[in-house]
């Protein structure tokens, strides 16, 4: 339990924060309105991550090394890629849209979306938890499978590996204080631009998954 654990820590220091920080850095950066929605779209990107750790725990002691085959298979992953490159992309397009879109269908999405932080930073972080993107993790699932025998274990051990991958790592910091940076724009027209970079960068991060997922196929 205490190697799963270090080894979170150390996953959520390195790698983990270089790949999930930029996705929550810019939405809270173009999206969240002061230092206290910030804080509540970390906890839950961070949150939703923990579950999803703790759910291919217990899978991972239910189902032992049959998980582990099934996201070496590559399906499973490229589907749950895409459907992350297509959420993202969509609060990427959202943000740069505004907060006041005149299409219905915008508005409404906006509204469930971009100004509902909890629902998607919490989506979000899901579907990034759910699947390995990193060798390491897959390895820890793989060390999970064998050790654990039965899914309460096995769902303790992603637990304490999210622990440490998910809650105690740099973006409970980083996430909270990306919300200040709008503060340094005094001018309007500054703030408006640095909102709509920060939709295109997550538009972006949404075109490359998708086109990495296009390139495997």
Sequence with gaps: MLELFVAGLILGASQC???????????????AQGWKEGTKATIAFSSSRLLAY?????????????????????T????VQFATGIFVLLL?????????????????????TVNNS??????????????????????????????????????????????????????IIVGPLASLVPKIFKSPLLLQVFTRLSGVVLLLFGIRLILNIVGNL
Excluded: Q
């Design 17 to 31: 924060a270089l790949s999930c920080g930029p996705l929550l850095v810019f939405y809270v950066a173009g999206a």
């Design 54 to 74: 703790t759910f291919l725990g217990a899978i991972a002691g239910l189902a032992g090394m049959s998980l582990v085959d099934l996201f070496e298979g590559g």
């Design 76 to 79: 499973f992953i490229l589907w």
């Design 92 to 112: 990427g397009t959202l943000i740069i849209i505004g907060k006041n879109p005149h299409l219905h269908v915008c508005h409404y999405l906006n509204r469930h």
């Design 118 to 171: 909890l629902l998607s930073m919490g989506i979000l972080g899901f579907l990034i938890g759910i699947v390995p993107y990193c060798a390491p993790f897959l390895g820890i699932l793989t060390y999970i499978a064998i050790a654990a025998k039965d899914p309460l274990l096995g769902g303790l051990y992603g637990f304490l590996f999210g622990l440490g991958a998910a809650l105690i790592t740099p973006l």
